[in-house]
């Protein structure tokens, strides 16, 4: 078990399609203490997964360090280093069992048969899969396989484990199930794990600190709450699902903004104010200052899409996303008032990237690139 | 960059032998075709010896059996191969015995295939007794000459003979990895059998087809066993009257022998680039 | 696309016995004593020149050696450059990829007609010439290239990532390579392998130029006979040719299907 740092890690390819390199991590340091989940997310691209390969060694960084317990570990190869990553697909060793897949980290350090079969019992029972030992893994399901993968990288005892989306080739409710198990195991055995992913919700479940990496920047790391409630800019408010934004003014340490004003603590100018979907309230009102343009299903909530009337005034934004309970469900057309606690709005300098990342996932609605910009 | 060192390394011994036999082994040649042989007192680098066998009246009708033959061979390879491996494909068979036995051409050398078509097409051969017993002709001499032609027919049938399993092989692969469902998609959309095959299975079928041609092109224009055994005497296949100038007595003839070794290998080159343009457009379509 | 018509597999037979039917021909030719026009059928069988070629004073014995040795060790020797090199090229990037990729490719058109003659005159110099050992160096051209495409697509199929997983777990690269490559393109060098000792033993102006009439393998003895119209001996050969190169190929396809199935067996049970 150790304490992971990386420091100010840089890493670029050369792509052979364009001339230039392509910079696939830019000065990220992130710090995951002994024992922690760290969750790493970020939209679907090579960024994360370069990442996990540098922490572990298969990568060397241009820039940056990486310390297991304040520790430089770059010099260190491969097979010593003590990081072990899990990759998205178990990646199995075919010609091998189950138990001689386990205990192939052993046999590699010279073990004797004796320890290498006791330790795979082991870890067989850890992950409740004492029946298959003896099977290949072309014979066993994809859940049963990610159980391997992580019986496999916890039977060498390590001291940082590294998880590669590993559960994303899985059904939903595999994956649902999957996920507690490796949380409840990481609990028990305490062991320091940075995870990436592309689902913000499993991001938000699973992590004691989440980072939110785009485009090869970490924008953000804190506690799951922190990091949701109070985004440092849209691009990490968009990593949650579709954000509302609209014009704020701030004036004598007072914000207005299309849902009202309230104090607000901010220099005076302009701004660009965001609510979240579950921030806005709506009613029906034949004077309202919205229609409802769209509206989904979404199990335990509907989604509206509001179109405001006030988007004269200089708004700028052609559509609300509103999330609502299911009770008083709003027709097609129908006009609508929308309110908010204006002190829970998040203001963000004008200037700010409005656009969405180029994926955000969710496992309710489809929050998918919609162009929610005018 | 380290990659680039470590894929270096790991490509050395091959690199080794083909660096310095391959290459290394025409190096020798290309300089006697221009004359330099010093180990016969040659030094003299001259254009004369490229002069006269191009000059030569046996040059150019060499080199244009070998293209003819070569790409007659290789021609009908492609396309009756291509026909084998979809029968093999529709009757479903193609992988076992069927499958085994189309193979076994491959196993047998070009001069045990001459022998073969010896047997066969010679005047004397089965064909003609079949022919005899069948009423269509009443002696050898009713035989048209089919082996050491002028056409050069034996060696075409030689190289039909290995080509055709061959090409069948690659395109047998190619169909049967080829998603059945973009044959279903077309004759959804309404295509006949033929359009669907025209339209979608022969465009991805060209790279393999392509490049394949360009590979039994390529060997059978600088191959020596079948036209030496097989060939007529004149024109003798460029290859064949390579190696009849290298055997010569005289050492000073040799260089007459490495002009044609060159021309071949220039050729042969040229093919080569040709088949590795085609190879990528096969990765490419996979 | 399969059919139920009977137009195909009547004209798959017709394919198959044009094929076949000159092996099966060249089979009887090796037991005829005497097959005159026009009968379609030997007149008199003998098994004289099997005798002949199984008797003590043929050549047999040191043709057979010579060449089963020559081939099976340009194989090994072959396998053992073309594994490496197919990883190169099937798993890195590197300047000058494609030149090398086109040096692999062209000794399968280029003939040995190029290249031996040059290569004759360095043995020469190194005193190889005429050696078993040169002979067995000049077979590598042809070979290597089947064995390194052969296994390159080995490569690309099987990737980096299992190799990568054995590190992290705690292999040296030479754990990694032993405990998991290995086994898993196994399959695959027993494949190459079958076809690389054909190619091998098929050569007939390499070993010419480079054996300098000391080396005698069965395509030496083959090319003569069938040149001088032997029928019968040359019938006789050419059956041991293919004899000698179907039962290797048969061994290496069963080696395959062993590796394939069997799991590394120094391990916990």
């Given at each position: 078990m150790a304490n992971l740092e990386l420091r100010n890690i840089s890493k670029s390819f050369s792509s052979k399609r364009r001339n230039a390199p392509e910079t696939v991590l830019s000065h990220v340091s992130l710090v995951v203490p002994d024992g922690k989940i760290f969750c790493l997310l970020g939209p679907s691209g090579i960024g994360k997964s370069t990442l996990l390969k540098i922490v572990c060694g298969l990568l060397v960084p241009e820039e940056g360090d990486v310390l297991f317990d304040g520790e430089s570990v770059l010099r260190v190869p491969v097979e010593r280093r003590g990081a072990v990553l899990v990759f998205q697909d178990a990646s199995l060793f075919p010609h091998l069992t189950v138990e001689e897949n386990i205990a192939f980290g052993l046999k590699m350090r010279g073990a004797s048969r004796g320890e290498q079969r006791q330790v795979a019992a082991e870890m067989l029972s850890l992950v409740e899969m004492e029946e298959c030992a003896r099977k290949l893994p072309g014979e066993i399901s994809g859940g049963q396989k990610q159980r391997v993968a992580l019986a496999r990288a916890l039977a060498v005892r390590p001291r940082i484990l590294l998880l590669d989306e590993p559960f994303s080739s899985l059904d939903a409710r595999l994956r649902r199930s999957m996920r507690a198990f490796m949380r409840a195991l990481q609990r028990k055995t305490g062991i320091t794990t940075l995870l990436v992913t592309h689902d913000w919700e499993e991001a938000l479940q699973d992590s004691d600190i989440l980072g939110l990496l785009f485009d090869g920047k970490l924008l953000q790391t804190g506690a799951p709450e922190d990091v949701f409630s109070n985004p440092v800019s849209p691009r990490a408010a968009d990593f949650f699902g579709v954000r509302n934004y609209f014009d704020v003014e701030v004036r004598d340490g007072t914000l207005s903004s299309p849902f009202g004003s309230a104090p607000a603590d901010a220099p005076d100018g302009r701004y660009l104010g965001m609510l979240r979907p579950d921030q806005i309230a709506l009613l029906p009102d034949a004077g309202g200052a919205g229609s409802v343009l769209s509206a989904e299903y979404g199990g335990e909530r509907i989604f509206y899409d509001i179109v405001p009337s006030f988007s004269a005034n200089g708004c700028g934004w052609s559509r609300f996303r509103v999330a609502a309970s299911l009770e008083g469900r709003l027709r097609e057309g129908e006009k609508v008032s929308m309110s908010a606690r204006c002190d829970t709005i998040r203001l963000f300098p004008a200037e700010s990237d409005r656009r969405e990342p180029r994926e955000t996932e969710s496992s309710y609605a489809r929050d998918t690139q919609s162009e929610v910009e005018v | 960059m380290k990659s680039a060192l470590r894929a270096y390394l790991l490509l050395t011994p091959a690199l080794l032998v083909l660096g310095a036999l391959f290459l290394g082994g025409f190096a020798p040649s290309f300089l006697q075709s221009f004359g330099y042989f010093p180990a016969v007192g040659m030094t003299e680098p001259t254009l004369s010896f490229y002069?006269?066998?191009?000059?030569?009246?046996?040059?150019?009708?060499?080199?244009?059996?070998?293209?003819?033959i070569a790409f007659l061979s290789s021609a009908g390879a492609v396309v009756f191969g291509a026909l084998l491996a979809l029968l093999l494909l529709r009757t479903g068979r193609g992988e076992k015995i069927e499958g085994a036995l189309a193979a076994i051409p491959v196993i047998v050398p070009h001069t045990v295939a001459v022998l073969l078509v010896l047997n066969l097409l010679a005047r004397t051969g089965l064909l003609a007794r079949l022919l005899f017993a069948s009423g269509f002709i009443s002696s050898p001499d009713g035989m048209p000459s089919l082996v050491f032609d002028r056409g050069g027919l034996g060696v075409i049938a030689v190289y039909l003979w290995k080509g055709i399993p061959f090409a069948a092989a690659v395109v047998y692969v190619v169909l049967r990895n080829m998603n059945t469902r973009l044959w279903e998609s077309a004759t959804v959309l309404g295509a006949s059998r033929f359009q669907a095959f025209r339209y979608v299975v022969l465009p991805l079928l060209l790279p393999s087809l392509s490049s394949t041609f360009v590979l039994l092109f390529g060997f059978s224009f600088g191959a020596f066993e079948a036209p030496f055994l097989i060939g007529p005497t004149f024109p003798r296949a460029l290859p064949v009257a390579a190696y009849s100038a290298y055997i010569h007595p005289d050492p000073t003839f040799r260089p007459y022998s490495m002009v044609m070794v060159v021309v071949i290998t220039f050729i042969a080159m040229l093919l080569v680039y040709l088949y590795s343009f085609f190879l990528a457009g096969e990765e490419r379509a996979s | 696309m399969k059919t139920h018509s009977p137009f195909a597999p009547l004209l798959l037979f017709a394919f198959l016995t044009l094929l076949l039917l000159p092996v099966l021909v060249l089979l009887i030719w090796s037991v005829a004593r005497s097959w005159p026009w026009p009968s379609l059928l030997p007149a008199a069988y003998s098994a004289a020149e099997w005798k002949s070629l199984f008797s003590a004073s043929s050549r047999l014995v040191p043709v057979l050696l010579q060449s089963v040795l020559l081939a099976g060790g340009v194989t090994l020797l072959s396998l053992a450059a073309s594994v490496p090199a197919a990883k190169a090229l099937g798993l890195l990037s590197f300047p000058g990829k494609s030149v090398v990729e086109m040096l692999v490719l062209a000794p399968v058109i280029v003939p040995p007609l190029s290249y031996a003659p040059?290569?004759?005159?360095?043995?020469?110099?190194?005193?190889?010439?005429?050696?078993?050992?040169?002979?067995?160096?000049?077979?590598?051209?042809?070979?290597?290239?089947?064995?390194?495409?052969?296994?390159?697509?080995?490569?690309?199929?099987?990737?980096?990532?299992?190799e990568m997983q054995a590190r992290v777990l705690g292999a040296s690269p030479a754990q990694a390579f032993l405990h998991v490559t290995l086994p898993l393109i196994a399959p695959g060098m027993a494949s190459a392998g079958g076809l690389l000792f054909i190619v091998s033993l098929s050569q007939y102006l390499l070993t010419f130029f480079l054996g300098g009439g000391r080396i005698v393998t069965l395509s030496m003895v083959l090319l003569p006979l069938v040149k001088d119209g032997e029928r019968a001996a040359a019938a006789v050969w050419s059956t041991l040719f293919i004899a000698v190169s179907l039962l290797f190929c048969l061994l290496m396809e069963r080696a395959a299907k062993r590796c394939a199935s069997s799991r590394d067996t120094f391990f916990l049970s």
């Open positions: - | 002069r006269e066998v191009f000059g030569g009246r046996e040059f150019l009708p060499s080199l244009l059996f070998s293209l003819r | 040059g290569m004759h005159l360095l043995f020469l110099r190194l005193g190889i010439a005429d050696s078993f050992a040169g002979v067995l160096l000049a077979h590598l051209v042809p070979c290597l290239p089947y064995g390194i495409r052969i296994l390159t697509n080995v490569f690309r199929a099987l990737g980096d990532r299992l």
